[in-house]
């Protein structure tokens, strides 16, 4: 079955570590996206990536990195610069980005606590 | 700013019917999604709305007022599985995604 796999599901860090959370999709789609998803608050688009070697900045992109070396594969590194990255992380993908009604799919998510 | 406004929490009974709205005030607008989230979950696409009027599919149907800047999720016959989030999200003039808060639906027997 087509879907997107995040990994890990739940991730423990310490202050002033670097974690990296992976975003996999096998459903050739062209755009991927992380969103990150806070008590109260509507998702917030990290980064976003339409075309492989290519992203661009999302609303709340400082203190994170990503990269898009692979059709399939966008993984995120939250850095020690994120002053508070605590939180539920999305990757989602769709077919195209830009206009029209591009329908996500989402990853199942990892929860990241920073002790 | 833009902003999407949404009931942080409803209840409602098993069996019954239940509307979430949805209200917004964004720099134009492309269109409007509803997904459903259970709890510590992906989201789900439920439906999509772009012109004036009431999408039906099922238990579940939307609706769209353009000029009201208005949206509503209709969810019948109400079963224990709706027990979820449902997220409004709108598509702007820069054709970027503007999401709510989300509204916490808990269903009783």
């Known amino acids: 079955d087509g879907g997107i796999t995040q990994s890990p599901k739940y991730l423990f860090r310490k202050e002033g570590q670097n974690v990296t959370l992976s975003c996999e999709q096998n459903?050739?789609?062209?755009?991927m996206y992380w969103y990150r998803q806070d008590p109260g608050q509507g998702l917030r688009l990290i980064y976003y990536s339409q075309i492989v070697n290519d992203f661009q900045k999302g609303d709340i992109a400082e203190g994170y990195s990503v990269s898009r070396e692979k059709k399939e594969s966008f993984p995120l590194t939250v850095t020690s610069a994120q002053k508070n990255p605590t939180a539920f992380y999305l990757c989602a993908s769709s077919i195209e980005t830009g206009s029209g009604a591009n329908v996500l799919t989402f990853g199942a998510g990892s929860r990241l606590t920073v002790l | 700013g833009q902003n999407i406004d949404q009931p942080t929490e409803m209840t409602a009974t098993e069996g019954a019917i239940v509307q979430i709205n949805c209200t917004y005030q964004?720099?134009?607008?492309?269109?409007l999604f509803w997904y459903q989230q259970h709890a510590g979950e992906a989201p789900t696409f439920l439906s999509y709305?772009?012109l004036d009027g009431l999408e039906e599919k099922g238990r579940f149907s939307s609706f769209l007022s353009r000029s009201k800047g208005y949206s509503y999720l209709l969810l019948k016959e109400l079963q224990m599985k709706d027990s979820a989030s449902y997220l409004c999200?709108?598509?702007?003039?820069?054709?970027?995604?503007?999401w709510g808060a989300g509204t916490k639906l808990i269903i009783k027997p």
């Open positions: 999200a709108v598509i702007d003039s820069n054709y970027q995604l503007i």
């Open positions: 459903l050739n789609h062209d755009a």
């Open positions: 964004t720099s134009g607008f492309n269109g």
């Open positions: 709305n772009v």
